[in-house]
Nanobody, 124 residues
């Protein structure tokens, strides 16, 4: 059974930091590109970052967020620094099977598995 379980969300002040984790099981972690997405109230779910050997970031988080993965632990992380109120959202991790071709795919429809999400709230 495939599972992606996010943790580490919570409340932070503007300028602060949080570290999200996504522990996975039930699939071959190293065969998947791992991504983070977020969804703010009233908005569509949007791409944040991905890690598939290379990393790629949305412009809104570039230079502030860092994605990493530990293949031994089947876990992907998102270190979020210099948080701003506009970063407030539910953050989801996602997995996309990689069979060659482009690593950088940011459309949510192309991701196979999703976690349940973790709330991040940034106060001003």
């Amino acid at each position: 059974q495939v599972q992606l379980v996010e943790s580490g969300g919570g409340l932070a002040q503007a300028g602060g930091s949080l570290r999200l984790s996504c522990a996975t099981s039930g699939f071959t972690f190293t065969s998947y590109v791992m991504g983070w997405f977020r969804q703010a109230p009233g908005k569509e779910r949007e791409f944040v970052a991905l890690h598939g050997g290379i990393t790629y970031y949305a412009d809104a988080v570039k230079g502030r967020f860092t994605i990493s993965r530990d293949n031994a632990k089947n876990t992907v992380y998102l270190q979020m620094n210099s948080l701003q109120p506009e970063d407030t959202a539910v953050y989801y991790c996602a997995a996309r099977i990689y069979r060659g071709g482009r690593v950088v795919v940011t459309t949510r429809e192309d991701y196979n598995y999703w976690g349940q999400g973790t709330q991040v709230t940034v106060s001003s």
